[in-house]
């Protein structure tokens, strides 16, 4: 069990990493591309609209990089964790089942 938990906490933090990197990516060619279209100032009201959306794909895309990489690393420790524990008990087992000498 213990390996599973590390090798699924790998995959949500790999896979967070690449979605919300791809994400952010997307929303700001995006972006960029409606500004180069509009061919208005930043701060005109004809982009506002579009600022108010990149600033939501900012906070949307950092939660999934950040929740992917707690969640992730939270697995990863739970299963490093177990199999610490794993192998105290297999050697405290191994240290009482010597048979005794006569």
């Known amino acids: 069990m213990r390996s599973y938990l590390i090798v ?3 995959i ?3 896979l967070s990493i690449i979605g ?6 997307g929303n700001y060619e995006e972006y960029q591309r409606r500004l180069q279209a509009v061919n208005a100032p930043a701060g005109s ?3 506002l609209f579009d600022v108010a959306k990149w600033e939501f794909s900012k906070l949307v895309g950092g939660a999934m990089l950040a929740g992917g990489v707690i969640l992730g690393s939270l697995l990863v420790g ?3 964790v177990g199999r610490t524990l794993e192998e105290i008990r297999d050697a405290l087992v191994m240290e009482t089942s010597e048979p005794e000498k006569p």
Request: overall charge neutral.
């Open 45 to 47: 009201p004809l982009t």
């Open 78 to 80: 739970l299963g490093w």
């Open 8 to 10: 699924l906490g790998v």
């Open 12 to 14: 949500i933090v790999t």
């Open 20 to 25: 919300g990197a791809v994400y952010l990516s």
